[in-house]
């Protein structure tokens, strides 16, 4: 075994451990000089494996200047993973300084820290970017020896993972020698993300570490005292139930897939809470002060229970948390498997869970989810080519930095996996767009940002571009919210403006108990009037994450496979022998779709198990394509499970519905009649820098932002309609916000895999499925007793033998 130096050996030796295989293996790899991705379960210690190359390293040569720099994707995660690093560095009496760099971190200090930066800086790609900014970084960062990435599955394949790739990229040019690490306890596909690590994406630079693997997990599914629900994706029946679980343990963790789920979780939790124990929240739309409030309080083991959203899903180590438990489905093992981790965190313990389903099929979510854990089976990443905008804000950085040779630029953003294919002709014209905005704007002297110089390099035109984009960069962009008013400008209330967005003049919705119909939409507004015609769409939920692929087709198999359903509570395998003895069954490779009246209605149910976002989006387009057809529809709701739409008109061919030619016709149709491009092109504008969020001294409101993209968009639209930032914007609107790529491969199979089941009444699988159309229809305050008498309604019908 490698040694270490006398002071690592002892402070080991002073606990009873030993280092693991893995943590050795992590500081072979650094002696070797070779860069290194650790696979490691949650507990094992992944941490300070990352870190220990960069302590041996510091002890046996201690030197000043930035020596090791850590990227989190979570600024929580930055602020913990300092606290377990001071601890041994202080234990051990070292002379190492740890600091952070993060949007939170004060301005004095992030100036001093380029001056005389910490031997390790733990920060966040954005913080990383836009030190990269500044002239002063070539100097700061020309002594590196170590970049560690945490939990590098949370973000490589997204936007801010394509902005840290050409991060890398960068600080590879400037310190040649400089190693990447990355940390992660839950990848399914190691040599994707050595390929992302790697310079120029050579995975045989990058060695494999993987960890032992921990003590098996003890995950239970919570069921109702009576039943498991028709309805409902939360949860919120078991209070009381999960109120016990907080009581006999020491610390719990109750996760929630939304952020509005967990304010009414934290409500339900504090209404149950007859002991008074201490029980927070914490999510994303916390305000600065309120976060590090509750991760202090968590930490002083000051609390009993915290709902939490995925801000917690990552990496904070509370050793104190023994039990973890998911309010409603998981959504994918590898998500389950992450949040199982943070209970006990110690690799020799089972970590202790309880998964608590909402309705019938979240139960067999939830089953599928433990088989997978139980399997190793984790869900797949899909790794794309790089975003366009936001290479331009790269670009833009590096400009303000020093200036730049274009051909030298672009070999060095071709090192970064995600960019490795992009074409030269593709290259110049985001350099020219940066330059001055595009054709069709290169007259406003406020989109001259860059010029070509006669020595050939590319330079900032002007200082007042460079504090812009210091004060602009980044990938996250806030959604704003629109107020529902009436002409007379009486407001109802707002909505999230990603729902606002799918609407097109002419469609109605159901909000706060009326039936309203879009007027006009614009920068601040959704004007509606009152109308008697049915409600089309369905009101925004808030933020859905679907099933994954691999979860779906385990839930699929489940149901088709009836020796699997010995292990079902008896209510769930009644439900499933009724539907067969009516009706089919889904199963594996085949589309099930059942048709049948209900109350004067005609209603059509696909059990596509695609995911809500995807069938969301095919709702939109199967409902246009039948008002096309004549069939009179009314509306559609959407599951993670099926789709359902409803008529006036009976569908007797499901199958012209469901041909692959809606996704040239109706969905052009539909992004481009809606405001889903204006809301794609308002992100990609703020990230490649075309729109302002702050002046000095000012922040713009989301609405303003709107305001000023949206006329930016119409004019490019109109002149210059090939524009790289409106191609970027389609790209955006196809891939995240409509889940095209499952849409694609739902219809491509759709004509030869259909099953019409042709009824005469309610079946029992679309019971969950009519009960959220239900959900529509009431004012709130009456939701939850009105919903219940009518899945009771439903479920009478469907469970009828006869």
Same mark, same amino acid.
């Given at each position: 075994?490698?040694?270490?130096?006398?002071?690592?050996?002892?402070?080991?030796?002073?606990?009873?451990?030993?280092?693991?295989?893995?943590?050795?293996?992590?500081?072979?790899?650094?002696?070797?000089?070779?860069?290194?991705?650790?696979?490691?379960?949650?507990?094992?210690?992944?941490?300070?494996?990352?870190?220990?190359?960069?302590?041996?390293?510091?002890?046996?040569?201690?030197?000043?200047?930035?020596?090791?720099?850590?990227?989190?994707?979570?600024?929580?995660?930055?602020?913990?993973?300092?606290?377990?690093?001071?601890?041994?560095?202080?234990?051990?009496?070292?002379?190492?300084?740890?600091?952070?760099?993060?949007?939170?971190?004060?301005?004095?200090?992030?100036?001093?820290?380029?001056?005389?930066?910490?031997?390790?800086?733990?920060?966040?790609?954005?913080?990383?970017?836009?030190?990269?900014?500044?002239?002063?970084?070539?100097?700061?960062?020309?002594?590196?020896?170590?970049?560690?990435?945490?939990?590098?599955?949370?973000?490589?394949?997204?936007?801010?993972?394509?902005?840290?790739?050409?991060?890398?990229?960068?600080?590879?040019?400037?310190?040649?020698?400089?190693?990447?690490?990355?940390?992660?306890?839950?990848?399914?596909?190691?040599?994707?993300?050595?390929?992302?690590?790697?310079?120029?994406?050579?995975?045989?630079?990058?060695?494999?570490?993987?960890?032992?693997?921990?003590?098996?997990?003890?995950?239970?599914?919570?069921?109702?005292?009576?039943?498991?629900?028709?309805?409902?994706?939360?949860?919120?029946?078991?209070?009381?139930?999960?109120?016990?679980?907080?009581?006999?343990?020491?610390?719990?963790?109750?996760?929630?897939?939304?952020?509005?789920?967990?304010?009414?979780?934290?409500?339900?939790?504090?209404?149950?809470?007859?002991?008074?124990?201490?029980?927070?929240?914490?999510?994303?739309?916390?305000?600065?002060?309120?976060?590090?409030?509750?991760?202090?309080?968590?930490?002083?083991?000051?609390?009993?229970?915290?709902?939490?959203?995925?801000?917690?899903?990552?990496?904070?180590?509370?050793?104190?948390?023994?039990?973890?438990?998911?309010?409603?489905?998981?959504?994918?093992?590898?998500?389950?498997?992450?949040?199982?981790?943070?209970?006990?965190?110690?690799?020799?313990?089972?970590?202790?869970?309880?998964?608590?389903?909402?309705?019938?099929?979240?139960?067999?979510?939830?089953?599928?989810?433990?088989?997978?854990?139980?399997?190793?089976?984790?869900?797949?990443?899909?790794?794309?080519?790089?975003?366009?905008?936001?290479?331009?804000?790269?670009?833009?950085?590096?400009?303000?930095?020093?200036?730049?040779?274009?051909?030298?630029?672009?070999? +060095?953003?071709?090192? @970064?996996?995600?960019? /490795?294919?992009? #074409?030269?002709?593709? %290259? $110049?014209?985001?350099?020219?767009? *940066? &330059?001055?905005?595009?054709?069709?704007?290169?007259?406003?002297?406020?989109?001259?940002?860059?010029?070509?110089?006669?020595?050939?390099?590319?330079?900032?035109?002007?200082?007042?571009?460079?504090?812009?984009?210091?004060?602009?960069?980044?990938?996250?962009?806030?959604?704003?919210?629109?107020?529902?008013?009436?002409?007379?400008?009486?407001?109802?209330?707002?909505? +999230?403006?990603?729902? @606002?967005?799918?609407? /097109?003049?002419? #469609?109605?919705?159901? %909000? $706060?108990?009326?039936?309203?119909? *879009? &007027?006009?939409?614009?920068?601040?507004?959704?004007?509606?009037?009152?109308?008697?015609?049915?409600?089309?769409?369905?009101?925004?939920?808030?933020?859905?994450?679907?099933?994954?692929?691999?979860?779906?087709?385990?839930?699929?198999?489940?149901?088709?496979?009836?020796?699997?359903?010995?292990?079902?509570?008896?209510?769930?395998?009644?439900?499933?022998?009724?539907?067969?003895?009516?009706?089919?069954?889904?199963?594996?490779?085949?589309?099930?779709?059942?048709?049948?009246?209900?109350?004067?209605?005609?209603?059509?149910?696909?059990?596509?198990?695609?995911?809500?976002?995807?069938?969301?989006?095919?709702?939109?387009?199967?409902?246009?394509?039948?008002?096309?057809?004549?069939?009179?529809?009314?509306?559609?709701?959407?599951?993670?499970?099926?789709?359902?739409?409803?008529?006036?008109?009976?569908?007797?061919?499901?199958?012209?519905?469901?041909?692959?030619?809606?996704?040239?016709?109706?969905?052009?149709?539909?992004?481009?009649?809606?405001?889903?491009?204006?809301?794609?092109?308002?992100?990609?504008?703020?990230?490649?820098?075309?729109?302002?969020?702050?002046?000095?001294?000012?922040?713009?409101?989301?609405?303003?932002?709107?305001?000023?993209?949206?006329?930016?968009?119409?004019?490019?639209?109109?002149?210059?309609?090939?524009?790289?930032?409106?191609?970027?914007?389609?790209?955006?609107?196809?891939?995240?916000?409509?889940?095209?790529?499952?849409?694609?491969?739902?219809?491509?199979?759709?004509?030869?895999?259909?099953?019409?089941?042709?009824?005469?009444?309610?079946?029992?699988?679309?019971?969950?499925?009519?009960?959220?159309?239900?959900?529509?229809?009431?004012?709130?305050?009456?939701?939850?007793?009105?919903?219940?008498?009518?899945?009771?309604?439903?479920?009478?019908?469907?469970?009828?033998?006869?």
């Amino acid at each position: 075994m490698t040694p270490l130096p006398p002071a690592l050996t002892k402070w080991f030796t002073t606990r009873g451990w030993a280092p693991r295989r893995h943590q050795i293996a992590m500081l072979d790899a650094a002696r070797a000089g070779r860069h290194a991705l650790l696979v490691a379960p949650t507990g094992a210690g992944k941490t300070l494996a990352g870190f220990l190359p960069t302590l041996v390293d510091l002890i046996e040569a201690p030197t000043e200047g930035l020596h090791t720099l850590y990227v989190s994707p979570l600024k929580a995660l930055a602020v913990d993973v300092q606290r377990n690093l001071l601890n041994p560095i202080g234990e051990m009496d070292l002379d190492i300084r740890v600091e952070t760099r993060t949007g939170d971190t004060p301005a004095d200090r992030k100036a001093r820290q380029r001056v005389r930066p910490p031997q390790i800086l733990l920060t966040t790609p954005e913080s990383l970017s836009l030190l990269l900014s500044y002239p002063d970084s070539f100097l700061m960062f020309e002594g590196l020896k170590t970049v560690v990435i945490d939990e590098v599955h949370a973000f490589a394949t997204q936007k801010r993972g394509d902005l840290l790739s050409l991060s890398l990229s960068r600080l590879q040019a400037i310190a040649p020698a400089m190693r990447r690490v990355a940390l992660s306890a839950t990848v399914a596909d190691p040599d994707g993300y050595r390929g992302w690590l790697a310079p120029h994406g050579d995975i045989d630079m990058v060695a494999r570490v993987t960890g032992d693997p921990g003590a098996e997990p003890d995950i239970s599914i919570l069921l109702p005292e009576d039943r498991v629900p028709w309805s409902g994706h939360s949860g919120r029946y078991a209070a009381e139930q999960v109120m016990a679980e907080i009581e006999t343990h020491r610390t719990t963790l109750v996760f929630c897939n939304t952020r509005s789920l967990a304010e009414l979780i934290f409500q339900d939790l504090w209404k149950v809470n007859e002991m008074k124990l201490p029980v927070g929240i914490h999510h994303g739309s916390l305000s600065r002060e309120a976060r590090p409030k509750v991760e202090a309080a968590m930490a002083d083991g000051k609390l009993r229970a915290l709902v939490a959203t995925a801000s917690l899903d990552l990496g904070v180590d509370w050793g104190d948390v023994d039990c973890v438990i998911q309010m409603g489905a998981p959504k994918g093992s590898s998500r389950l498997l992450q949040r199982i981790g943070r209970a006990n965190h110690r690799l020799d313990e089972p970590s202790e869970a309880v998964l608590v389903p909402g309705n019938r099929f979240e139960y067999l979510e939830a089953r599928a989810a433990l088989d997978a854990v139980e399997a190793g089976e984790l869900d797949t990443d899909v790794f794309r080519p790089g975003a366009l905008d936001v290479l331009a804000q790269h670009l833009m950085g590096c400009a303000c930095a020093a200036p730049f040779d274009q051909d030298a630029m672009l070999d +060095e953003v071709r090192s @970064a996996l995600p960019y /490795s294919a992009l #074409d030269a002709e593709t %290259f $110049s014209r985001v350099l020219h767009f *940066v &330059e001055n905005g595009g054709y069709a704007l290169r007259a406003y002297d406020r989109f001259r940002r860059l010029a070509h110089a006669p020595d050939g390099q590319w330079r900032v035109t002007h200082p007042d571009f460079v504090k812009q984009h210091r004060l602009n960069a980044g990938i996250i962009v806030d959604a704003p919210l629109l107020d529902v008013r009436f002409r007379n400008g009486r407001k109802l209330g707002t909505v +999230e403006e990603n729902f @606002a967005a799918s609407l /097109s003049t002419g #469609d109605t919705f159901f %909000f $706060s108990g009326l039936s309203l119909e *879009v &007027e006009k939409i614009d920068q601040t507004d959704l004007i509606v009037r009152a109308t008697t015609r049915p409600a089309r769409v369905p009101t925004y939920m808030g933020a859905r994450m679907p099933i994954s692929t691999n979860l779906a087709a385990r839930v699929q198999a489940l149901i088709h496979d009836r020796d699997e359903w010995a292990r079902f509570p008896a209510d769930v395998r009644e439900w499933l022998e009724i539907q067969d003895h009516r009706s089919r069954l889904p199963e594996p490779g085949r589309l099930l779709v059942e048709t049948f009246p209900h109350e004067g209605r005609h209603y059509m149910v696909a059990y596509s198990f695609e995911g809500w976002n995807a069938h969301q989006s095919l709702g939109m387009l199967i409902t246009r394509r039948m008002e096309s057809q004549g069939l009179k529809p009314i509306g559609f709701v959407a599951s993670d499970y099926a789709l359902a739409t409803f008529s006036l008109e009976r569908v007797t061919d499901p199958q012209g519905l469901f041909s692959p030619d809606i996704l040239e016709d109706e969905f052009v149709e539909w992004v481009q009649g809606s405001h889903l491009l204006k809301r794609a092109f308002r992100e990609v504008a703020v990230i490649g820098g075309l729109v302002e969020r702050q002046h000095p001294g000012k922040r713009k409101t989301g609405r303003q932002v709107t305001f000023s993209t949206d006329l930016i968009y119409d004019v490019l639209l109109k002149y210059e309609p090939d524009h790289l930032l409106l191609k970027a914007a389609w790209a955006d609107a196809r891939a995240r916000m409509t889940d095209v790529g499952r849409l694609a491969d739902l219809l491509e199979r759709a004509a030869d895999t259909m099953v019409h089941v042709d009824l005469d009444r309610i079946t029992p699988l679309a019971v969950p499925v009519l009960v959220l159309i239900g959900r529509e229809h009431v004012a709130q305050g009456t939701v939850d007793d009105a919903l219940l008498m009518e899945a009771e309604h439903l479920a009478a019908e469907a469970m009828r033998l006869d």
